[in-house]
């Protein structure tokens, strides 16, 4: 009976290591298993995105490969709102350049046509806004659009609005290289010829730029080049004098070169005592033109002459058609008939 027993004990002590073995072989296996299941359901996923990409292949290739990147943004103009006019040359060549440069980021007219609404804002929008509904643009193109906008705002007559403007311009205290390429930007819409636009700078200079014009021998006859000779000469002025274009009083004691120096003579006396003028303020203006009143000094004389070169007046009479060595009312001119 003690045998049997004993026998009893040891068999169940194997049973239960094999168990715990068992338990072991079953815990690894069930490890492995799930390590299986997250691979396998990795590589679904694989094989699912594989597959998309091969579809989306065929696409392109069964469409003749017309897929392809879209071009780089060009900027988009400024929104025109039609409160300035004068804005309306720069935006419309804006547009027509954002329009080119980006064509394929459209793909038929009326998209080109939405864009070119959205560009607008204000009263500009107000012009071509009842030939839009349902956000549907009933224009038949883009052209019908700018033409509504030139149609407002554009200028009717670009070439005569530039010949007026540019008879106002005066370089007046202003630097050459603020002046300069506003005056160019005019006369390029003016449609004159170089000799005429030449003419019209040299009357827009400052007296000391004009003063080292008149003293050349030759002149250039062409504008680009007359141009580099003001440049030239606004150089010198500036080497001499940086500031030379800015409003100043005419001391005897601050003589800039760019000038001819004003001779120093006592100031002379009126009849009653009393200084004639003040010669560190000597100037000659359309008011001493107006009232036809001749030079008492060295000094007006000079000023009267710049002036009259400036604005292309004859320097005895001011009429604008004809210089002094010609001038019919001067008597040497006078003199020369009764001989």
């Not at 060009?74 to 060549?93: A, I, V």
């Not at 005429?196 to 002149?219: E, F, G, M, Q, Y």
Request: aromatic fraction near 6%.
């Amino acid at each position: 009976m003690h045998e049997e027993i004993t026998r009893l004990r040891q068999a169940a002590i194997a049973a239960t290591h094999t168990t715990h073995s068992m338990n072991a072989t079953i815990e690894a296996l069930q490890t492995r298993l799930s390590s299986c299941l997250i691979e396998s359901n990795d590589k679904d996923d694989i094989i699912s995105n594989m597959t998309g990409q091969i579809e989306a292949y065929k696409a392109m290739a069964a469409t003749g490969g017309n897929h392809r990147q879209r071009s780089a943004e060009h900027p988009r103009p400024d929104p025109f709102s039609g409160d300035n006019p004068k804005e309306l040359p720069e935006f419309l060549q804006k547009l027509e350049l954002k329009l080119h440069m980006n064509r394929d980021w459209w793909t038929d007219e009326s998209e080109r046509m939405g864009y070119v609404i959205s560009c607008l804002s204000g009263n500009a929008h107000a012009q071509v806004s009842y030939n839009i509904s349902h956000g549907i643009v009933k224009f038949p193109n883009v052209e019908a659009i700018i033409a509504t906008l030139k149609t407002v705002y554009g200028d009717i007559d670009s070439a005569a609005t530039a010949q007026k403007e540019i008879y106002e311009l005066k370089q007046g205290h202003k630097p050459l290289s603020s002046f300069l390429p506003n005056w160019i930007a005019v006369a390029k819409r003016t449609e004159f010829e170089d000799k005429s636009l030449i003419s019209h700078l040299k009357r827009a200079l400052h007296p000391d730029i004009i003063w080292r014009l008149v003293n050349l021998k030759t002149v250039p006859d062409t504008l680009a080049a007359f141009i580099e000779l003001v440049r030239q000469c606004d150089s010198e002025c500036r080497q001499l004098n940086p500031g030379y274009h800015k409003k100043k009083t005419v001391s005897p004691d601050t003589f800039t070169g760019t000038t001819p120096p004003a001779l120093i003579h006592p100031t002379p006396a009126t009849m009653n005592g009393g200084d004639a003028m003040d010669l560190n303020t000597v100037s000659w203006d359309s008011k001493d033109v107006a009232s036809g009143r001749r030079p008492r000094t060295v000094e007006e004389r000079q000023a009267r002459k710049a002036y009259c070169t400036a604005h292309g007046l004859c320097n005895w009479c001011y009429a604008p058609n004809h210089k002094s060595h010609d001038c019919p009312t001067a008597p040497w001119n006078s003199q020369e008939k009764k001989a």
